[in-house]
């Protein structure tokens, strides 16, 4: 910039204070936050664009929902049984103790076996598990003995299906990009099925 005389006048620094709200405003560019802003909707669901996610997302969707169901129809029937706030509390433990011991294993034993084939064996035995259940209970020879002991097998199968279905996620979503929304999806299913499976439950035990 000239002044009067021709010669270049050093132009003032810009005030401290407008280079830090200039700044500010830059900010988000930077970070990418207006572009994430800006993601459309369907984006949020890309990872169903694999068809084998979108089959295994809807296969476990039902037995996990099965599963809750059992669970809440299984605590009325032992306070139904033995009306006793410990027994219950028994069943519960037995139900939820081996993934404490077995969950480590069954992680390491997911990454040197073929996954597919271990959650083939692991929806197996709970089907038979329930199978079971029901069979007992329904003629009426079902005791609080067998209730424990079919509650811990169901624990032992979750012990290794849970790691093996997570470790699995990443063969149905091949690629990284999917695989974070992939985790999301198959995490807003679990939650989806732990409220949906008692309410169910709950009617049924109600009608």
């Known amino acids: 910039m000239r002044d009067a005389s021709g010669r270049h006048a050093e132009v003032p ?8 709200l200039a700044s500010s405003f830059d900010l988000p560019l930077r970070l990418g936050l207006v572009e994430r802003c800006r993601m459309p909707l369907p984006n949020a669901f890309r990872a169903l664009a694999h068809r084998n996610y979108r089959l295994f997302l809807i296969g476990q ?7 809750w169901m059992q669970t809440t129809g299984l605590a009325w029937l032992v306070y139904k049984m033995t009306d006793n706030s410990f027994l219950l509390g028994v069943v519960s433990f037995c139900g939820q103790i081996p993934a404490f011991f077995l969950s480590p294993i069954a992680g390491v034993l997911s990454d040197r076996f073929d996954r597919r084939r271990t959650l083939f064996v692991t929806q197996a035995i709970s089907m038979v598990q329930a199978v079971s259940l029901v069979a007992l209970t329904w003629t009426g020879h079902i005791e609080i003995w067998q209730i424990i002991a079919l509650s811990a097998v169901l624990g032992m199968v979750n012990a290794f299906d849970m790691p093996t279905r997570q470790a699995f996620l990443s063969d149905m979503a091949p690629t990284r990009v999917d695989l974070p ?9 679990f939650n989806l099925s ?6 169910i439950g709950g009617v049924l035990l109600a009608e």
């Open 61 to 67: 969707g039902v037995p996990m929902i099965g599963t």
């Open 194 to 199: 732990r409220l949906i499976g008692p309410v």
């Open 181 to 189: 929304n992939a985790i999301a999806l198959n995490s807003s299913m």
């Open 13 to 20: 620094a810009p005030h401290s204070s407008f280079v830090i």
